[in-house]
């Protein structure tokens, strides 16, 4: 038996309302295994918390370590959530109430356990180990079905998750952009970025402007098929030339760049960091969002604000909420 | 000659485009004294140093104390900043270009200053020793010619400023909340929050609304008379009634609303607070925008965040700048 000191690894969990996905991370934000199960939410809470701790587990054996190699677990989740309390609250996809996530991990495994938003956690792992490395501050935008986001701030430690006072910081999708004729977002409100950004929103203004269109564009053709016309369908055909998505991409791009020009406003990051799904439109894209936040922001945040995308993909919810049961850890070992 | 030890005091210096005012503040965020001295910025950037100097000196004085006494310096200033250097790199308001202001106070009187934006000042002011006093984050809004304002997050330390990787954090009145038909404002932008609700647009919204209205409001009286309509009138008219001004109003705390909505959902402060010359308006004016928050932010922030008055009026600025300063050296002091 070796006495020789070795790298801490941790594990991270990332809930979502489909599946669960975990990995072992090391100290340098590398991933050592990736595992999915599905959530199953609606077999209950104390199964959602029992496949957690099965996903944890798997994740562990895959990797090829005994737990007792892992220094600390991080879970992130979604949902209204108490954050310093380690609770999720309520959630729109997982019909589950009050659930003490945190503690029951921390029981099973008897580790030390950090719980975290999925949005801010995704957010802490590009920060850690993906597009975010070596940046003093970031500001992620998830774009999905939704427009998701975390904030990390330059902090005394390396960079600070912005969590809220009521774990509702980083709500970036539910900024609001327009007073005069807001569209209805899925939070009830109405305004706000997601309604026009979001994967669901670019669908939705696409079919709307099919409704007043003259029946040129190619996407016509999809509806007509009888399948749902997606973001990628509008993407791709804007990507050819198609004249109605090319203006649906083109304002798409300026939503995002007001939105990110107001976070510059408010946050000032290093880094702007777009992820999540639509990211598969490219660079084109990316180069639409910059031009106009060049156009858009103070000049000196204009010039020297880096726009990228995300680098993790889905892995980024885990890692973060492991670089979150890192930094637990670190924290104790500096405060000691 | 005693050897008690005696709490440590403070300068802190706000200077503005018109005006600079120092004080003295003791250790628990009281002034002892307040100076305010032109700031004659057209006599040049040497003068302008020595000026600040002066008034530091001056408010020393005032306070019946020596220079001995004195443990840290704190100076906030307006324009563009490059606030980790130290200096102003230009500003509408003066003529002045490139100037190293912690450098010069620095020099001039061998006490470590500290050196901050005038908004954030005014912020970290408040969040210290009024309005959120007790407070873990804050976000101050500050209602004059513009909208100014600065954001506290919770940080390792008490609270931490939002600097910004390039000094252009917190610059809230830049947030963008409108695209169909923005305003434009004074940074050359549009769509702006300031370009809304800054006191300046309330009287350019009630001078809009005076032209196409039927002569009804109390209102065309003070246009009439060949005064100036300020955002005061617009205020004491809806005060008494009139109805043109009443819906100016309205309008002006759903403005702010928005913003603060939008402030809630990146940063989910404890706190919001309103200062600055339009806090005249009073409680009525505080409650039409609280109705506004319940209604657009998500329910748990609505619920909770607190909307509050600023409480240190002109003396934010320098009580913050000497915070500033105080916590320069306690940081000293924590890393000995």
């Not at 099973?108 to 490395?133: H, I, M, S, V």
């Not at 005394?156 to 569209?183: N, Q």
């Not at 079919?207 to 269109?213: G, K, T, V, Y």
Request: aromatic share 6%; charged share 20%; hydrophobic share 40%.
């Amino acid at each position: 038996m070796t006495t020789a000191k070795v790298d801490p690894l941790y594990v991270g969990l990332d809930v979502g309302g489909t599946n669960m996905k975990a990995g072992v991370v090391d100290d340098s934000g590398t991933p050592l295994s990736g595992v999915s199960l599905p959530t199953e939410a609606h077999r209950g809470q104390d199964f959602g918390l029992g496949r957690m701790c099965e996903t944890i587990r798997e994740a562990v054996a895959a990797a090829g370590v005994g737990m007792e190699r892992i220094s600390a677990i991080g879970v992130a989740t979604p949902g209204s959530m108490d954050i310093p309390a380690g609770m999720i609250l309520k959630s729109v996809n997982m019909p589950w109430v009050n659930v003490p996530v945190r503690r029951h991990v921390q029981e099973t495994f008897g580790l030390p356990t950090a719980f975290q938003n999925d949005a801010n956690a995704a957010a802490y792992g590009e920060f850690w180990a993906g597009a975010g490395r070596g940046a003093r501050s970031m500001v992620l935008f998830t774009l999905g079905t939704g427009v998701g986001g975390g904030i990390i701030v330059a902090g005394d430690d390396g960079g600070l998750v912005i969590e809220g006072e009521h774990s509702h910081g980083g709500e970036i999708g539910h900024i609001k952009i327009e007073m005069t004729r807001p569209r209805s977002c899925g939070c009830g409100g109405s305004g706000c970025l997601e309604a026009y950004a979001s994967a669901t929103a670019v669908a939705k203004r696409a079919r709307e402007a099919l409704a007043e269109d003259g029946g040129r564009s190619a996407l016509h053709g999809v509806l007509r098929s009888g399948n749902e016309l997606t973001s990628r369908h509008v993407f791709d055909a804007a990507a050819v030339g198609d004249e109605l998505a090319g203006r649906i991409v083109e304002e798409t791009a300026l939503y995002l760049a007001v939105g990110a020009t107001s976070l510059m406003h408010v946050i000032d990051p290093d880094l702007i960091v777009f992820g999540g799904g639509m990211i598969a439109a490219g660079d084109g894209f990316l180069d639409r969002i910059r031009g106009h936040v060049r156009r858009l922001a103070f000049p000196v945040p204009a010039e020297r604000t880096r726009i990228v995308y995300a680098r993790l993909g889905g892995d980024a919810g885990f890692i973060g909420a492991a670089a979150c049961g890192r930094r637990l850890v670190r924290e104790k070992i500096s405060r000691l």
